[in-house]
């Protein structure tokens, strides 16, 4: 079991793995969450670094540093520099990305970016040294995070799954999803919501071409009496979950509140519940999975 940080003590992640599985969009997904971030630094610097972290007067709790081959001969001082870490008395965990050759040869012809270690010859050659570099250090890592069938949204998901006691403490994340029933459920959701009883604003001229972020169709879903009781109900519901969910080891929770189209209804009471519970639990963020689909319909 990977043992995390207790609240309030700084935590060092050392991203790192092949190139073109994902280094740089974790990078940004960390930084969304709350976490200073640097990309390509030396590893030699790595002691350093966090000893001016310990003297910005506990203004920087979390940190990831981007570490990889592109150091070049500066990359085989990283165990040494982790070791330093450790006698200095700094936690640290180590997330290493992972593709399968097939996929990271795809990525690296759809950008059309060169590979760090390319000289001459085939990509494919590249990554099969690359990994055999990397086999030590993948060996040492904390979290292995294979994105070979992720999207950007998937691999957001997952590292927010990883650092989610980090992250919020003792409280559970919860994320409220939008989403339209026509596009299908949205995957690894624990609980789903339909306000498709609610009157529909896409049957208002003036509402259609707007979404639920919009004040007027916001308005017009929740003057609804049974809008409030609903949202009401369901406040209370998870407010009553939650706890139970952190105490079984639960490490974030998704609620999907779902529409016909994903457009309207659902997303103005994703954002009320997202305020509601906000209040009195946190954190709470909203995601609009449908919302900006080309087809405005939500009949």
């Known amino acids: 079991m990977v043992k995390t940080a207790k609240k309030g003590e700084r935590l060092f992640v050392i991203i790192t793995g092949l190139s073109g599985a994902g280094k740089t969009q974790t990078a940004h997904f960390l930084e969304d969450m709350g ?3 640097v990309d390509n630094l030396p590893p030699t610097l790595i002691p350093k670094f966090a000893q001016l972290c310990t003297q910005a007067r506990g203004q920087l709790h979390r ?5 990889d081959i592109r150091g070049g001969d500066f ?8 070791r330093d870490l450790e006698r200095a008395g700094h936690d640290y965990r180590i997330v290493f990305l992972d593709a399968s ?40 890592a904390h ?28 409280e559970l994340p919860v994320t409220v999803v939008s989403f339209g029933y026509k596009y299908g459920l949205p995957l690894d959701i624990d609980l789903i919501f339909d306000v498709r009883f609610l009157p529909n604003p896409y049957y208002i001229d003036d509402l259609r071409s707007h979404s639920g972020q919009e004040d007027e169709v916001k308005n017009y879903v929740l003057k609804w009496s049974a809008a409030k009781e609903f949202l009401n109900k369901v406040t209370q519901l998870l407010l009553f979950l939650l706890p139970h969910y952190r105490k079984e080891g639960k490490s974030h ?5 779902g529409c016909t189209g994903g457009r309207h209804r659902s997303v103005a009471v994703a954002q009320e519940l997202v305020r509601l519970l906000g209040q009195r639990h946190g954190p709470v963020v909203a995601e ?5 689909r080309a087809e405005v319909v939500d009949t």
């Open 288 to 292: 609009h999975r449908d919302i900006q």
């Open 253 to 257: 929770l998704l609620v999907g509140i």
């Open 75 to 82: 990359f085989g001082h990283l165990f040494t520099a982790l």
């Open 35 to 37: 976490f200073y971030c």
């Open 143 to 170: 979290h292995i995070i294979d994105t070979s069938s992720f999207s950007p949204g998937q691999l957001k998901d997952e590292l927010r799954r990883v650092f989610a006691h980090e992250i919020a403490g003792d």
């Open 63 to 67: 940190v990831a540093l981007v570490v």
């Open 101 to 140: 050759d097939e996929t990271l040869v795809r990525r690296f012809k759809e950008t059309r970016r060169r590979h760090p270690l390319t000289t001459k010859g085939l990509v494919l050659d590249s990554i099969r040294l690359e990994r055999q570099r990397l086999e030590e250090l993948k060996a040492r």
